[in-house]
Each structure stands twice: as C-alpha cells, then as structure tokens.
C-alpha cells in the first residue's frame, strides 16, 4: 500500500510539472503609442466592463507570430459579443482578429524587426470578461540563415550551388496576406560556359515563381509552376563569370509558404578549406578552387588538413654543424659545476692511443665536443695549473663583459638641417615609414597618396565602400552593414574585392554618374547625389 502511495505521489508531481502554467498580463496601454510590451507565452485574465487594452510584441526579420485565444463571462457562459482581440502589423494596420469562444488568428511573416500590436477589447457595459491568450513565435529564417533573405536586389542573400529551404508570406484567396515578406532575392556568381539550374519546388497545393536577372538586373528569364505543388525550374549556361540574382514568389496560399530551392552546376561543388587564423576551416561549397579563391581571398584546399600549411614555421639548423665528418653540438651552460682539485692520491695519466683520444675544449657560456678523429688529437693535461689559467680567463672575461655594458653610448652626431620652400614643405615627418597596401613600398606615415605608385588610401584597413568601416579582404559581406564586399569589375568585368581598386585591371572602383557628374562607388542603380539612374542613356 506504502509503494502505491508514493507512486501516485510520483505521477501527481510529474503531472504538475509538465503543465504549463499560465501568467497574467500586466496592465496594457490605451493606445499605440503606450502599447505595454509582453513576450511570447500562456496569459490569463480578466478585462472590466468598456475596456480596452494595447500590448505589443517585438519580432525580428524573418519571425512568425501566431496568436490565438478565447473570451468569457464570469459564471462560464460564452457571450460571442462580449470580448474581441485584434492584431496589427508594424504599420498599426489591422491583420486578423478572433472574438467570443474564439479561435486562432493568422500566421504573420515578416520582413523585417518590428512591433506587432495586439488589442483585448470587452464591450460590455456591465460583465466583466475573462479571456484566455497564447502567443508564439518561429524562426522562419531563408537559406540556413539567421535572417532573410531579403527583398531587393541591393539586400539579396547570397548563395553557392546548393540544396535550401526559405519562407514567403502566402496570400489566401480572399487576398489575406498572412505577413508582408512575399518575395526573397539571392544572388549567385556563375562561370563561363558552366550550366546552370535554379529549381524551385512550393509546398502542396501552392505555386511557385523563379525569376533571373543578369548582373545589371535585368530580367532573363521567368517560369511559374503549371499546377499546385509543382517544381519550377530556369536554366542558364553565362558567356562570362558574372553575378545573377533569382527572385522567388509564391502564388495563392492559405499560410505561411515553405519553399525549396536547389542550385545545381554541370561542375558538382565540394567543400574546400583555407588556413583561417594558422588553423584549417571549411571556407564553404564551391565549384572549383579558383571561384573558392575568388570568393574568399586565400588560398583553398580539397583536404581538411589544408595539406599542413597552416602554422608552418620554416626549418632552421640551430647548435648543430656538421664538417668533413665532425659534429660539433653547441648548447648554452645554465648549471654551476663546482671544482675541486685533488692532489693526494692522483691516478697517474695514462696517454690513449691515437685515434681514441677526446679532446674536450671549455669557453665562457659554451661547451663544445668534438668526436675524435683517426690521426688526430689534443692531448688534457688535468693540472692544477690549468684550473688556474681557466679561472684567469674566465676572470677576464667576466670584467670585459661588464666594461662593455656600462660603456656610455657615443653621442650621434645629426646633420644641421637644412631649409627651404614652405613652412609646411619644411615640417619634419613624424613617426617611421609604413609600406604601401599596393606597391608594397615604405611611404611617409600622413600619405594620402601613395608617391611611388600614384594610388588613394595608401596606408591603412580597407574601408567599407558604403558604411566606411574597417573591412578585410577574406570577408564575402561587411559585419557592420551587411554590403557585398564581391563584386564585378565596372571596367574589366571579373569578380574583384570591393575596395578602392580592381584586383585584376587595377581600376578604381568610382563611376561616374552622367547626369551630375559626382564620382562614387557601384553601390546601387542611382546617383547618391542627384538621385538619377547611373546607367548611360
């Protein structure tokens, strides 16, 4: 009886912990603007007669808020009338609502962070009204990301070949949009004479779009799924290594679509590795070693030990020399050898034979051994003379080495300067000589221009062409911005590092728009001063 006891003990606390309890909402707002900030999670409560009550829930690029709940009069009858919650968008536009008994409202997938509002409405004049809320939110994030993809081609994601999953915001029949992220951009560079497919596949009883745009977004070519549930898929073999950029869309659908994209190349990709801080990492899927190089700015490798070349120190010969048969090993004398003489008793020398001789020879702070050699040697004599002499010298050494450390420095004798031109021609450079990021030649530190080869921004980080944060070479996109740090070369069309200069013709990376005339990087299709189309009429 003892053991049944605590058996269903057991099973009451387990059931009890399993529960989710459910918290009450804080007092809410009156309006938008005072809309009280709640989390995702189980609410409980009641609202009095004429009230209304504003919340809202912060959601990240790429996150879906599903709602639901119920409403209720104290004493357990449902009036349908009484009790109303309402959910908005980051626009305080209204999304969907539920009322009475209640019910789930519509996912909502959006595009980027912003506040969903939800309002508790009781319209009763006289009964207060309990209700029942659940608020959760997914990750719906596109292509393996923490984001999405973007919906534009200035924020497209970039892809390699490649198997992905991404998310749209689908649209009912009845024209609900259940979000407000309908169509993600990628971008894809490709390589001459290699084919290419882009195939999407929508969820069963959806449509898919794809779109491709060449390098300077126009459209190539377009196909949408000839019935619900089937792939859709665009092929393209480019004349030169350029950048594409695909679009994907969705046609009708009840929810929240979950798309699947695969990128596929006659020239299968494989994972490659670069020495990344002296250790070998993954640098990512690529079709050959030279787009792996391209993308990345190191040095790539099909093994995933980077055939140790990372962390490779060159081989030095230190203490050991070897000549005509004689090794000689040199080592520092860290330990103190006590001396003693012993007069009494002395074994009498007895001369070895020639050719088993050893002649070992002690210097101040080195031992040295040498082998001995047929046909040659010098004789030991341990004598109290020789520790004698060996003190004398070492003695002498000793005082040598102290006489040379505390030797005062001789005075340099500087060169009267001499003068001319302007005061500012005449200032002293200040500081030591940095080498060029270009020509690799040592410049004065407050260069601006390089002297030797002729090139802006001779010395320091590379610069973020959009943001103008310090970047590195080995970066696809800058940590600050998120800008494209791989683009196509305006002059000799091949993918180059996105900094002052192309890699490959040297160019500097400016255009000109022909409207206004102001230089300025490829960041996008208008001029950042006059706001007009760079391209060329």
Known sequence: MKKVLIGLIIVLVFSMAGRTLAASLPAGGSSFSSATTIGAGTYQGTLAPNTESYYQVAIKTGQEIDTKGSFGIIGGENMYSLGTAYLYDGNQEERDYIYGAGGTMEPYLSKANQNIYIKLVNDSSEDTVTYNLEIGIQNRFDAGSLTDAGDSFDTAMSLVPG????????????????GDDFKDYYKVSVLKGVTYEFKMTP?????????????NRELMDESTSTSTGATTSIFLTPATNTTVFVAVGSGYYDGVVSYKLNITSTEPVREFYSCIQNTCKSAGKFTSSTVCQQTTA????????????????PPTTKGTTTTKGVTTTTKKVTTTTKNTTTTKDRPPMTELPLGQRTTTTLVVGLVTTTKPLAGFSIPFTQTIWFDIVLGALIAAAIVVLILYLTKPKDKENFPTPVFSGSKDADKPVVGYKHACNYCEKLIPPN??????????????????????????????????CGQNLRIVCPFCKKITFFG?????????????????GQEQPPLGDKCMKCGKSLEKK
């Open 163 to 178: 198997n992905y999953t991404g998310y749209l915001a689908g649209v009912s029949v009845m024209q609900t949009p259940h």
């Open 203 to 215: 969820p069963s009883g959806g449509d898919g779009n794809l779109e491709l745009f060449n390098n």
């Open 298 to 313: 190191k040095e790539c490798y099909t093994s995933s030990d980077c055939n140790n070349n990372c962390n490779v120190i």
């Open 447 to 480: 260069s601006t221009v390089c002297p030797l080869c002729g090139k802006e921004n001779p010395l320091g980080p590379e610069r973020c062409p959009k943001c103008h944060q310090p970047i590195q070479k080995d970066w696809k996109v800058c940590n600050n």
């Open 500 to 516: 002052d200069y192309c890699e490959d013709c040297g160019a500097r990376l400016l255009v000109t728009c022909p409207h206004c």
